[in-house]
């Protein structure tokens, strides 16, 4: 059974967002996600300073399992990435939702984070999946 936080936002390919309150969103993968993707051996983290809209590809997590794209929930710019998970990429399956975080973005419009889905609409999408 996963973990899902009710104070994050969360997008049907299980990323959550995080509001930081100041027009800035920290972002990583599920608990659900980690735990479908098996071990994490490698996330690639992409360039902070880059805009991007939302649904762009923003870097890739492997797994033993497999390699997942990752993809922006919501436009703007990057501002900072997770440095640690370059040597430690299994944060994302130990703490996904603190220290696991991947990136954090500068939103293009604040008002999109209420588009994405709140945890009683995640959870119901991951019971539905599990089904």
Request: charged share 25%; hydrophobic share 40%; net charge negative.
């Amino acid at each position: 059974m996963s973990h899902i936080p009710a104070n994050l936002r969360y997008t049907d390919s299980h990323e959550w967002v995080l509001d930081n309150g100041d027009g800035t969103v920290t972002i990583g993968i599920t608990d659900h996600a980690q735990e479908a993707l098996g071990d994490v051996v490698f996330v690639e983290l992409p360039e902070t300073g880059r805009e991007l809209d939302a649904g762009e590809e923003f870097g890739v997590i492997e797994s033993v399992k497999a390699a997942s794209d990752l993809y922006l929930p919501l436009s703007g710019e990057i501002i900072a990435v997770n440095e640690s998970l370059e040597d430690a990429p299994e944060t994302v399956n130990d703490n996904p939702y603190e220290d696991g975080w991947i990136i954090k973005l500068k939103l293009a419009e604040p008002e999109a984070l209420e588009s994405l889905l709140d945890a009683t609409a995640y959870d119901a999408l991951v019971s539905a999946e599990e089904d």
